[in-house]
Structure formats: C-alpha cells, structure tokens
C-alpha cells in the first residue's frame, strides 16, 4: 500500500490525509499517482477517450436500454432520448469545444498594472468521485465522467445500487475502455459511499437529495474538497390566463410523468390561474390518455411508462397519495396503484390542502398537485416562502408576465413554455441554488466544475513598476499611492 496521500492545505504547513484502513486507499493512491500523466495529456489524447466512449455508447445501444428495462421497466424509446442521446450530446459538444475550453484565455491589465502579461490557464483538479443517482442511472453517471475526463482528471465513478444492471453496465464500460488508475467504477451501496467519502478527494460531483448531499458536503470539508451538488426540490410550474392549455398540458404531462415522475427536475406542482383550471384539467386529463392510453387497453398497459424503481420507493409514493386524499384531496385523473409491479398511474390532485405531505415533501413520482391562484403576486409569494427550487417552468404568452416571473424567483434554471428540455442543452449551466443544489454542470460549466482556473501574471525583468511603491514608505512613495488610489 502506497503512503496515505497528502492535500494541500493552503500553505499552512499542516496536512490531511485519509483516515488509515480505508479499504479504498489502494486503488486512490493507484489514481492518484496516474495524475501527472492525465495532466500532461493535450486535446488529442483527451479528445480520443471522449471517442471512445462515443464508439462504445452507439455499439452497446442495445445493451443500455435492456439494463434500463430490467431496472424499472424504462421504455427503450424513452432510453434512447434521456439516457442515449443526451450522453452522445454532451460528448460531441465538449469533443468539439475542448480545444477552445483548455487554451490559455487572456486577459487585459489595468493601467497601473501595465507591462504585465496576464493569462487563466485550466488545469485538472485531480482525483475525483462521481456519485450518480438511481432515477437516470447511466446518463447522470456519463455526464459528468465526460466532463473529468475532458478536464483531465482521475475519475472514481460510485453508480445507485437500486439499479442494480445499469451498475453492471457501467462496470464494463469502465473496464472496456480505460486503466482501472484512471478510471475506476465500484459498486455496492451505503457503507461503499461512506468509506469512500472518507479519501481526500480534489472534486467530488453528486446527484442525488438535499439530506445526502448534506452528508457529502460534511465529508468534503474534512479535506476541503471542492463539491458540485446536483439535488432536487419542489419545482413550480405556472399556468397563467393567457398559456395555450393544450400545449401547455402535453409538455407538462411530459415533463412530469417522463421517468414516472422521477426526474429531479420533473414538475413538482402546478400554479394555476383560476379562471381556467377546468380547462386546463381536461386538457391534462386528454394528454395523459393520448401519452399513454392511445388505444383504449388501459394506462397499466401502457410500454410507454416507466415503473417506480423498487418497493420502498413505492410504499412512499403510495403514502403520499393516500395521506393527500385522507386529508380531503381530489384525485382529478389517476389514482391506480399496484405494489405487485411498483406502478402508480399518472395522478392528478385537486384541492389539496396545505398540510397534505404531497406539499412539502419533493414527491419524485407520477403525482401532480394542482392549486389556483389569481393573481401573479400570490404565485411568487407562495414559491418564494419554501426552499429554493431546481427548476421554475413558466406556461404564458404574455412577455410581461413571463418576465415578473422569472425575475421575482430565484431557482437553478428554468422554462418557459416547456419544461425539462432545458436540463439537455449543452450551453446551459444546469444546477441548482441553496437547498436545490451547488455549483453548475454540462457543456463548460462542468469543464470547469473538474478544473482549477489558475490566475498567471508574467512581468518583465527588471521593470520598475509597482517596484516604485516598495518600502520604506517615504513621503514620495506616498504621494504616488495616493495617486494610485485616486485615479486608478
């Protein structure tokens, strides 16, 4: 076993290292100690792993969508869209920018910085662990390996054991394409994520809820880790008078009920104006049955929808909807379950009450609560009284309330007449703010979420400069600082 490996602890002359015993610290000093030569990599060698990964996503095509099937039953086509296709978008727009995104970017100097050459250089982090969620198992743990790898860093990748052959797929993709010391995939589940969380991490990325994600950010301080976290929340979504209902209804339905419902960004609630709440239900009501119910045989059979990941998941989904109907709540459309299958028919919910748990709890499953308002003040009152959303949607085609709506919420990204998509568009940062998450992800932004941005600054030998403004301060020096101050 190699030494325990230090981090830097800005130059106090201390250092931290993991705890002895980590049943893991073989394998990081292995990652660790393959640092140096990932680092050194330039565009080309980074360039051909992302390809690779390219080459084997398209050949095992087949393969990933029958992990995701045995899972929990996630349709092939809808693999290929949120699984597939978002994997292959993020590879091709980073293998096209990574040129660009790893050259010194320049900067100019200030006049009294003058005779200076200033430049940001990125430079990989190092080592790093991805913790990926079970609800989009194989694209949320490959989109961020894309971003460490084309950063240059050594990559720990810990997948969800509710998913359970997504993991194993996963497992061979890692061993198919790249050294176990650069990147290294292992499994298991709480006790596995505990001991590694343990390590001296240069970058630890999680996707996953805000009570884990406390848990992580406590473990990275111990090493003072940088940390991307990816969580969830209640995330609005407000139909005004002026929305076209039935378009807004088919992207709601699909937004919501993609994943069964288990999609950190998926519609959480829905504000709508009262004036056209019917209208707005019975187009709600006539999209999920055209979405998964085209031929009259019944929403169960539906190949289109997904099933809840696994029992325990189940039973709290379940919970949730009988407490919001035990305190008075109208199911408007849904309601079936079946804990044979783990499946739990799209449901929509009417006057639901403000203690109802479907209101406070981030729901993660095929229940959409739907509440009136009347005027806008009353919806952003509302949002901003509870926790800081991943994601607001907007369905409006009045400028001017969908602009109040924006700038009076504060969420980790948004929608406007659309909902989800927005989390696939590479030039996006996605990620969310205070409760819903920290730091951003996807394109640049998760380059740079797995690089150091180094600030360099090249001056001349032997120009005077700042050298005029050196000790001892007489009155001379004096004067050309308060100049200093006064003008520049």
Known sequence: MQPAVLVNDGG??????AKPGNQFQAQFDALRLRTPVLR??????????????????????????????????????????????????????????????????????????????????????????????????????????????????????KPAEQTPATSALLRQLCEDLF????????????????????????????????AVGKIVMRAAAEHLSGITLELGGKNPAVVDET????????????????????????????????????????????AIQRAYNPDGAGIEQSDSLARIVNA?????????????QTKGATVAAGGTVDETQNYIEPTILTNVPATARVLEEEIFGPLLPVLTFKTLSETTDYINARLKPLAQYVFSTNAENRSYLLNNVSAG???????????????????????????KAHGHAGFLAFSNEKGVMRQRVGFTGIKAMYPPYTDRVQKLVALLVKYL
């Open 12 to 17: 106090e002359g201390q250092a931290a290292a």
């Open 40 to 157: 050194s990599e330039g565009v080309a060698a980074r360039r051909a792993r992302l390809q690779k990964l390219s080459s084997w996503l398209h050949a095992h095509r087949t393969d990933i969508q029958q992990a995701l099937y045995a899972d929990f039953r996630k349709p092939a086509t809808e693999t290929d869209l949120t699984e597939i296709w978002t994997s292959l978008v993020e590879l091709k727009h980073t293998s096209s920018h990574l040129k660009k995104w790893m050259a010194p970017r320049k900067v100019g100097a200030s006049l009294a910085l003058l005779g200076t050459r200033s430049w940001v250089q990125v430079e990989p982090k190092g080592v790093v662990l991805i913790i990926a969620p079970w609800n989009y198992p194989f694209y949320l743990a490959v989109g961020p390996l894309i971003s460490a790898i084309a950063a240059g860093n050594a990559v720990v990748i």
């Open 179 to 210: 050294r176990p010391d650069e990147v290294l995939l292992l499994e298991g589940g709480k006790e596995v994520a505990t001991e590694l969380l343990k390590l001296p991490w240069d970058h630890i990325f999680f996707t996953g809820s805000p």
């Open 243 to 286: 929305a076209d209902l039935r378009d807004a209804a088919e992207k709601i339905v699909w937004g919501k009920f993609l994943n069964n419902g288990q999609t950190c960004v998926a519609p959480d609630y829905l504000l709508v104006q009262e004036s056209v709440q019917p209208a707005l239900l019975t187009e709600l009501t006539a």
């Open 312 to 324: 325990q998941h189940f039973a709290r989904l379940a919970g949730l909807l009988e407490d919001a």
């Open 413 to 439: 990204g948004a929608g406007v007449n659309e909902t989800v998509l927005h989390f696939a568009h590479p030039e996006l940062p996605t990620g969310g703010v205070g409760n819903s998450g920290l730091g």
